[in-house]
């Protein structure tokens, strides 16, 4: 499949580690965010989602952070597998319908084994 | 429940072609969105459909158009197309407040 994100930001880290990925959004009315993943060849898949009123919210070994002071949002991944390594995006929502996405430019995260 | 289907998966067009993407949403899903994503990129909003209307649109040019059908599923049509359009695009379903669901995407390359 084609490669994303060619010339974007990237994290290398040791299976087994903790990943960190951070998000600057631009939307101060934004409302509503995700993190997506995306696979070379495939479309971004996604992996949580938290809302404006909440500063924390886990899944299973993910974490999302949103700092709304400095517009700021992060992704945790616990115990990261080689399966993680792929593109991740997050995004701002300009309505509440989980559509209309504003996404932000991408990290690549590459897990060495 | 299947999943966003979009076709082709890859295509080929000359420079002021014009080009119809495919996309059938999720079943159960009535909103349909499209976005383009450059190599290197993250997704760009083209524009959303729901109930058969455009219900949004982002910063494209009129030349960029779509429909949505009464099952649902939509097609993205690009006239006069320039090499900048070259991309892949991506459609995502909906319904309601549900996260979006994307398709794999259709690779346009305009030489």
């Known amino acids: 499949g084609e490669s994303v994100g060619l010339h974007l930001p990237t994290l290398s880290v040791q299976e087994g580690d903790n990943s960190i990925i951070n998000c600057a959004y631009s939307?101060?009315?934004?409302?509503?965010f995700i993190w997506y993943k995306q696979e070379s060849g495939k479309g971004p898949q996604f992996i949580i989602d938290i809302r404006s009123n909440m500063d924390k919210r886990q899944g299973q070994r993910v974490t999302v952070l949103l700092n709304k002071t400095v517009k700021h949002l992060s992704l945790q991944i616990a115990a990261t597998q080689p399966g993680d390594s792929a593109v991740y995006f997050c995004a701002e929502n300009i309505d509440n319908a989980g559509n209309m996405l504003t996404f932000g430019g991408g990290t690549r995260l590459m897990v060495k084994p | 429940e299947t999943g966003v289907t979009q076709s082709p998966t890859h295509l080929i067009k000359t420079r002021g072609q014009q080009v119809t993407l495919r996309c059938s949403s999720q079943s159960g899903h009535n909103t349909v969105s499209w976005y383009q994503q450059a190599l290197g990129q993250g997704p760009q909003f083209i524009f959303q459909?729901?109930?058969?209307?455009?219900?949004g649109r982002g910063n494209f040019p009129p030349r960029f158009s779509g429909l949505q059908f009464p099952n649902y599923s939509s097609e993205l049509n690009v006239n006069a197309l320039e090499l900048d359009d070259s991309a892949l695009y991506l459609c995502?379903?909906?319904?309601?407040?549900?996260?979006?669901?994307f398709g794999s995407g259709t690779r346009l390359t305009v030489v």
């Open positions: 939307n101060s009315a934004s409302d509503y």
């Open positions: 995502a379903s909906s319904s309601g407040p549900r996260v979006a669901t």
């Open positions: 459909y729901y109930r058969e209307e455009e219900n």
